[in-house]
């Protein structure tokens, strides 16, 4: 069993904050790959589904960013799992908007919510890292972050996240450079 995280904010208000595209991606892909319905678990959302053979569990912690830890530390230990296990979708800084690459480990980049996991596990998990881009000068990154996506912007997001969800099948077996490569050549076409 695998548990991916989806990494955002609970509330309508940030629905289409760039900060909530973990989020946006975990929904896609439990549309795309028909799994059951919302259950409230683990101080969080949770589906279950089957990706080919492997069965996931997506998790939408219902904290804020800050304390996404809490909750994925939580279904963790219920399945008795470690943190190979883990996938956690999150928005990068450090990346172009709408690329995506996969890490395995690492720092959190002052991101509050891999900051939390790592506190509450370790930094030895996979993380799908969902480009943003960076506004420029660090006074701004705040508000671009916590800032909607731009009307311009969403057919390139929706062209994103359905290639996350139509790919996600070389994230579950395990094959992180399969599903960059596909993804990439997907975004290219489109």
């Given amino acids: ?5 989806g990494l955002g904010n609970p509330g309508p208000g940030y629905v289409m904050h760039r900060h909530n595209v973990g989020f946006m991606a975990a929904d896609v892909i439990a549309e795309m790959h028909n799994f059951g319905p919302v259950q409230k678990k683990f101080q969080g959302w949770v589906q279950e589904g089957r990706i080919g053979t492997e069965k996931i ?3 939408k912690p219902a904290t804020y960013m800050n304390e996404s830890g809490r909750a ?16 956690v979708f ?5 990346l172009a908007p709408f690329k995506v690459k996969v890490k395995q480990g690492g720092g959190h980049a002052g991101h ?18 969902i480009g943003i881009g960076h506004p420029g000068h660090k006074d701004r990154v705040h508000g671009h972050v916590l800032g909607n996506y731009a009307k311009a912007e969403q057919p390139m997001l929706i062209d994103m996240l359905g290639g996350i ?24 076409d489109s």
């Fill in 1 to 5: 069993m695998q548990i991916w995280t």
């Fill in 57 to 59: 569990l997506l998790l």
């Fill in 72 to 87: 994925v530390g939580e279904a963790l230990r219920f399945y008795k799992l470690g943190t190979d296990a883990l996938t």
């Fill in 90 to 94: 999150h928005d990068e800084l450090d």
């Fill in 112 to 129: 509050n919510g891999l900051r939390s996991i790592t506190q509450h596990l370790d930094a030895e998990f996979r993380r799908v890292r």
């Fill in 165 to 188: 969800g139509a790919e996600a099948n070389w994230l579950a077996q395990g094959n992180d450079p399969r599903f960059m490569s596909e993804l990439a050549m997907r975004l290219a």
